[in-house]
């Protein structure tokens, strides 16, 4: 939906899309820390911490 070439939809523009992600990923970053699980689950902290 981003606003790009090779996109089926035009609806979203390229710096909002830029943007959506960089909250995303430091979303990810976080989360392991503001939910608590950081020590209990090494797995799922490695998870979001990649994934962010």
Not at 11 to 21: C, K, R, S, V
Not at 24 to 49: E, K, Q, V, W
Request: glycine share 10%; proline share 8%; no cysteine.
């Amino acid at each position: 939906m981003t606003d790009f070439p090779l996109s089926v939809m035009r609806m979203i523009p390229f710096p909002m899309h830029g943007g959506l992600e960089l909250v995303s990923g430091l979303a990810l970053l976080a989360a392991p820390f503001i939910f608590g699980f950081h020590d209990d689950n090494t797995l799922a902290r490695n998870f979001f911490m990649v994934m962010g």
